[in-house]
């Protein structure tokens, strides 16, 4: 039998006037979203202040009702501020809690705020308040973990290191170069965020429930005080339908975050394997490293590890988002309430996730000299045939040769650059004594010279051109 002694008969309710039973407790449990939406209050709460203005703009209550209503509000506001805010057994959820408490402080005039408005519009206004608060702050997060791979670059210009394809070791490159790999990456990254503010600044409230406000609401005027404008320009929902089942941009925002998360993943991977013993590239920190319970000489790599882990929760968490979605009939569907903890969850991993990278990278330990020491002189295998390109052969002939070059060094368990003279013309008269200057791994770095290839000279004017663009996204 379920519990319904201590439920609240549903008149108390915005929506209880229809109904004579209780709702049942277990039922209140699944129905309440204001465990979770309560964090909406900051953007619940400045929507409603503008929506007071558009309702006396309109006619609908005089000046004098929407100064009370903008002073109870802002009261409530400072309540939330300062934790003084009190939940109470019939507050279902953040925009009945706000009323209630308005109500309290100012009276029935509390009751005209609500004047054409329905929780549908209102609660696809306030998620894209807060996604909006969101997108700038996870922006902020991630100028921070790319000023943590700058400095990193700036510092190891020429700190060499081999470059991997397929974990295995392919040419050599340098580290500044590895690290400003990943920080376009998370330009890209800042760079789809602003696509998906795009689509979030656009302003919902003035649909009602589903068919449109009966009250001449400028919702222009309404888009242009909350900020829903692009270039200046306000911007409003083109139909009301639409309008408050529009979970696209909850969507949108979602892939960024599992994006960002597979980005720093990537990130998480390398540096756990560079800190391996075997590699020894990099040392962490301790301030974000572990110990381990039983093994005391152990030094674990766990930020990156949960940096790692975390991007299978931010894919989860799209997907569900997107399965919730998938299904629904137009205009709103109390599955919609399903969009929030996925999103804040996403929002919530992502505020620790990126500021503990940014972290690591910056009090990151460079090991240059084993870097160099992993060097092989069979990385430069490729440079064998560009020797020989610039004599004159194809480029097809000349990987073939380099080829058995590199099966001669392993059958005579020597290193590449080993090779005496016979044996480099016993496969191509090609080959001359200026061979060996070819095993010089700075001169191969040095020689991939192009635009936003590995050569220090190169190097530097990415990283200038790195530090542009972090200077122009500041000034945004």
């Known amino acids: 039998m379920t519990e319904q002694h201590n439920a609240p008969h549903p008149a108390s309710r915005l929506w209880g006037g229809r109904f004579i039973g209780q709702t049942d407790a277990l039922m209140r449990r699944f129905n309440d979203s204001i465990g979770f939406d309560l964090r909406l209050w900051d953007a619940d709460i400045r929507g409603s202040i503008a929506y007071a203005g558009a309702l006396a703009r309109a006619g609908v209550i005089t000046a004098d009702e929407a100064a009370a209503l903008t002073r109870g509000l802002r009261a409530v506001h400072a309540e939330f501020a300062e934790g003084r805010f009190e939940v109470k057994p019939d507050d279902e959820d953040i925009h009945t809690a706000v009323e209630r408490r308005l109500k309290e402080i100012v009276g029935e005039v509390a009751g005209k705020l609500h004047t054409g408005r329905s929780r549908n519009d209102q609660v696809a206004t306030d998620l894209r308040l807060f996604c909006l608060d969101a997108i700038r702050a996870t922006q902020r997060a991630l100028l921070d973990a790319q000023s943590a791979l700058l400095a990193q670059a700036q510092s190891h210009i020429g700190a060499l290191m081999p470059g991997y394809t397929h974990l295995q070791r392919a040419q050599p490159i340098t580290f500044a170069h590895w690290c400003l790999s990943y920080f376009w990456p998370f330009a890209r990254d800042v760079e789809r965020l ?112 949960l940096a790692r882990g975390k991007a299978g929760r931010l894919i989860g968490n799209l997907t569900a988002i997107l399965t919730m979605l998938k299904g629904l009939p137009m205009s709103y569907n109390k599955d919609l309430q399903e969009d929030k903890e996925p999103l804040f969850d996403s929002l919530d991993t992502l505020a620790l996730a990126l500021p503990v990278a940014a972290g690591a990278i910056r009090s990151l330990k460079v090991n240059a000299a084993r870097m160099r020491a992993a060097l092989d002189p069979a990385m430069l295998a490729t440079d064998v045939a560009e020797y020989l390109v610039r004599r004159g052969v194809p480029f097809r002939e000349a990987h073939h040769l380099a080829g058995r070059a590199v099966a001669l060094a392993e059958s005579k368990g020597i290193a590449l650059s080993q090779l005496a003279m016979s044996d480099w013309q016993a496969i191509s008269p090609r080959f001359d004594d200026d061979i060996a200057q070819v095993f010089n791994f700075a001169r191969s770095v040095a020689s991939r010279d192009v635009a936003g290839g590995a050569a220090p000279r190169a190097t530097q004017e990415q990283i200038r051109q790195a530090e542009e663009w972090l200077d122009a996204r500041r000034k945004l």
């Open 194 to 305: 602003d696509d998906c503010a795009q689509r979030t600044a656009v302003l919902p409230l003035g649909s009602g429930a589903l068919a449109g406000s009966p009250f001449p609401i400028d919702r222009a005027a309404l888009a242009a005080e909350l900020g829903f404008s692009l270039r200046g320009v306000a911007r409003i929902t083109q139909n009301s339908l639409d309008a408050v089942s529009d979970r696209d941009f909850v969507a949108e925002l979602l892939f960024c975050c599992a994006l960002i998360g597979v980005h720093l993943s990537r990130l998480a991977e390398d540096l756990i394997v560079y800190s391996t013993a075997e590699f020894g590239f990099v040392t962490f920190d301790d301030a974000y490293a572990t110990g381990s319970s039983l093994m005391p000489q152990k030094k674990n790599p766990d930020a990156m590890e």
